[in-house]
């Protein structure tokens, strides 16, 4: 296979990968975000405490992340027909895609939450934040460089899923390099579509790296934090008044 002839495959596998892997990252992000949350909130001792409905969703979540990518796609066949119309085609992988990643990120978000300075949310509710203003003001944007470290993780789980995806004919990268590599035996091919795997990894894992850490600096140098703690600082002082 020359050049000429590969060009316009990696080309239409590199949209069709970014376009699941954008879209399935999006509906991971909105629905894992306030899920991961909601595992912090009821657990013992947080301000929304119901140890069984936290045990329900964390269940639900162990569940969800122990199924195997091949067998979800198949599991959800029916469910991706309902929202698609279709089983087949990038759409279709879609729902797959954010199916499973909903669970891992949330996963990733509580973990991530939970390393938030429990005082700084102390802080907010001694000068009368109700729980809203807690994850608004406190938990969010005291994560948010941990949270942008998970969405990238994630993203780059996604492109590996995405290559399973191939089975319900979705196309991408991953498709390409079995489909040619594997049963036609273009190796070339194969290889250079690793290449362009392995490339666009090394740059999202750049880009994520370079924003958590840019984030970091800020919330060390001027952000929310020194404020908080200013005012818990204040609270407290008062307190002791």
């Known amino acids: 296979m020359t ?20 879209w399935s990252t999006l509906i991971a992000v909105a629905g894992g975000l306030p899920l991961g949350i909601l595992l912090v909130l009821t657990d013992r001792g947080g301000l929304l405490q119901n140890v069984v409905a936290n045990k329900v969703i964390g269940q639900v979540v162990n569940v969800a992340r122990s199924m195997p990518f091949i067998i979800l796609i198949v599991a959800l ?17 879609i729902v797959p895609l954010a199916v499973g990643a909903i669970p891992f990120f949330a996963r990733l978000v509580e973990t991530a939450v939970r390393e938030v300075d429990h005082g700084l949310v102390e802080a907010v509710q001694a000068m009368g934040g109700n729980t ?4 608004r003001k406190v938990l969010v944007p005291e994560s948010l460089p941990s949270l942008i470290a998970s969405t990238t ?14 089975t319900v004919g979705a196309g991408g990268l991953g498709d390409i390099a079995i489909r040619y590599g594997y049963q036609r035996f273009e190796t070339e091919l194969m290889w250079i579509t690793v290449a362009i795997l392995a490339v666009v990894i090394s740059l999202i894992q750049f880009a994520g790296d370079y924003a958590a850490r840019s984030l970091h600096r800020r ?6 934090a020194p404020k908080l703690r200013l005012l818990k600082a204040a609270t407290a002082t008062s307190k002791t008044v």
Do not use: K, N
Not at 77 to 93: S, V
Not at 132 to 135: H, I, N, S
Not at 219 to 224: I, L, P, S, T, Y
């Open 77 to 93: 066949l029916e469910f991706t027909r309902a929202i698609t119309g279709t089983t087949i085609g990038r759409e279709a992988a």
């Open 219 to 224: 919330g060390g140098q001027g952000g929310a």
């Open 132 to 135: 809203w203003t807690v994850v």
């Open 3 to 22: 050049w000429s002839e590969m060009q316009p495959l990696l080309s239409e596998a590199c949209w069709d990968t970014l376009y699941m892997v954008g």
């Open 153 to 166: 993780t994630t993203i780059v789980a996604l492109i590996g899923y995405s290559a399973m995806a191939g």
